[in-house]
């Protein structure tokens, strides 16, 4: 397995060389857990520059969540994938996913922990603005950002791609960040109760709450490799592109007017 992973940092490096970007390990704790982020910066940083932090996939810390780290520093953002499971695992079976994944869902201290612990070891940087910041997370990534800002992380903006939806119920006197969700409309994983339930308390609780619904998009509609890991596990998961790219557009556009 760390064979893989170094396999897997290193071609990501090599193929990062050309472009205008640098990248980092960063190597920190929660407690007795010690966690491996990322962090992917583009050669030119000042203090007007955006940092996103990045959760992965209920998979862990594979090569999808730096392929975006990636992408974002190649277009002028501070990038930093953070390790929700520890020494920047990652899995290949729904299994060993959820697993891994379920601890989370089930202790929102252990979430919100083990998230803040990325989030302080990314502002230790003195290159990163802290009054700059912006969370996105994929899938469970999704799940993730969305509840650390609802028991208040100290961020501009969040941004949940096809993340779930249940959690723990808003906290107004913590929420700080805007809020956007991007969500596949034939997504099984997320039933309608689970919108209509984050709709109420969201409008009730937060004056900066954005949702979306991609149509004909199921879970996990941002990353490429989806649709062959459905089929090999038989899941309801594929890539839709059209979803991916305007998702994308739109988060874009969403960073650009709430964090200035």
């Known amino acids: 397995m760390k064979k893989h992973i170094l396999f897997l940092f290193v071609s990501f490096l090599v193929g990062s060389l050309n472009a205008q970007i640098t990248i980092d390990t960063i190597r920190y704790n929660d407690g007795d857990t010690k966690l491996v982020g ?3 910066k583009p050669k030119k940083v000042t203090s007007k520059t955006k940092t996103v932090i990045i959760v992965h996939e209920w998979w862990g810390l594979n090569a999808y969540p730096q392929t975006r780290a990636k992408q974002l520093a190649e277009e002028g953002y501070i990038a930093f994938c953070v390790d929700m499971y520890g020494e920047g695992k990652f899995v290949e079976t729904p299994q060993d996913a959820q697993a891994l994944a379920m601890p989370f869902y089930q202790d929102p201290q252990l979430l919100y922990g ?6 302080n070891a990314l502002i ?4 990163v603005n802290k009054d700059k910041m912006v969370a996105i997370g994929y899938c469970f990534g999704g799940s993730i950002v969305l509840n650390a800002a609802k028991m208040g992380a100290p961020v501009d903006a969040v941004v949940s791609f ?3 939806l249940k959690g723990v119920p808003v906290d107004a006197s913590k929420l700080t960040a805007s809020v956007l969700v991007c969500n596949g409309a034939a997504d099984s994983f997320v039933p309608q109760e689970d919108i209509d339930a984050l709709q109420k308390d969201m409008t009730a609780n937060s004056e900066d709450y954005t949702f979306i619904n991609y149509a004909e998009s199921t879970h996990a509609f941002t990353n490429p490799q989806s ?12 890539y839709n592109e059209a979803a991916d790219k305007k998702s994308y557009a739109d988060f874009m556009k969403f960073v650009k007017k709430k964090v200035k």
């Open 227 to 238: 649709t062959a890991v459905g089929k090999q596990f038989g899941m309801p998961i594929a």
């Open 38 to 40: 990322i962090l992917v």
């Open 162 to 164: 096809h993340g779930g």
């Open 114 to 119: 083990r998230f803040m612990a990325g989030y």
């Open 124 to 127: 230790a940087d003195a290159s």
